[in-house]
């Protein structure tokens, strides 16, 4: 299985900070190091584009994916360039977990999205609407429906047809969200619920603060 990580974006809200730098509170690792050892043994493939030269100089042993045009594209174009035919996972390079996550998507079905039921809803955050446990739509903003759920970021497909109109639909809706573009008509995607497992996702400096609290608690 391989792993894209989508790390090209500026971080505006953390004052130009790159998330791959942001650090565990408890231990000072840093976040791409983190997913270096959480996913040990993956091919990982991380996709950058402002500050590139400074974390590839810092962390040279990933391979990486440079996207030049970083600044009118969301990370829909950063993963066209990164998907082939390979099994994949791809992950927003925001967020925070632990081993139990990483074994629960290495055991999740080969096409799957992983979501979780937020107390506290995003409005910029991709939905996911479901039937017997299949995604049926993606969409972003407020939910449409009660039972509609919060994606995680997380996206596994390992079906090569379906890797191959993904990475056409992200090349050409570039500007999107790449779960906006993911092919989930006829079923093709099951819905895996994180669960009770930790997650938490940094997109601002009060995140940042929840985190540290967060983990000082062992919430």
């Known amino acids: 299985?391989?792993?894209?990580?989508?790390?090209?974006?500026?971080?505006?809200?953390?004052?130009?900070?790159?998330?791959?730098?942001?650090?565990?509170?408890?231990?000072?690792?840093?976040?791409?190091?983190?997913?270096?050892?959480?996913?040990?043994?993956?091919?990982?493939?991380?996709?950058?584009?402002?500050?590139a030269i400074s974390v590839m100089n810092d962390f040279p042993g990933f391979d990486y994916v440079y996207n030049e045009h970083w600044s009118i594209t969301g990370n829909s174009y950063s993963l066209s360039l990164a998907l082939d035919e390979r099994p994949t996972v791809a992950i927003s390079s925001d967020l925070f977990f632990e081993a139990d996550l990483v074994s629960l998507i290495s055991e999740a079905p080969g096409d799957a999205v992983f979501v979780q039921h937020a107390e506290n809803k995003q409005a910029h955050s991709v939905r996911c609407s479901a039937d017997g446990g299949r995604v049926t739509e993606l969409y972003l903003g407020e939910p449409r429906?009660?039972?509609?759920?919060?994606?995680?970021?997380?996206?596994?497909?390992?079906?090569?047809?379906?890797?191959?109109?993904?990475?056409?639909d992200c090349a050409k809706n570039r500007s999107v969200f790449c779960g906006i573009n993911l092919p989930v008509t006829e079923g093709a995607f099951a819905v895996v619920d994180k669960g009770d497992r930790f997650l938490h996702e940094v997109n601002t400096h009060l995140d940042y603060l929840s985190l540290i609290k967060r983990v000082g608690s062992g919430g």
């Open 1 to 51: 299985m391989r792993l894209v990580v989508l790390a090209a974006g500026q971080g505006f809200r953390l004052d130009g900070f790159h998330k791959l730098r942001m650090r565990d509170p408890r231990t000072g690792e840093a976040l791409l190091a983190r997913f270096g050892r959480l996913f040990a043994g993956w091919d990982i493939t991380v996709v950058l584009g402002y500050q």
């Open 145 to 168: 429906r009660a039972a509609d759920v919060e994606t995680l970021g997380i996206y596994k497909v390992s079906t090569p047809a379906l890797l191959r109109t993904w990475k056409r």
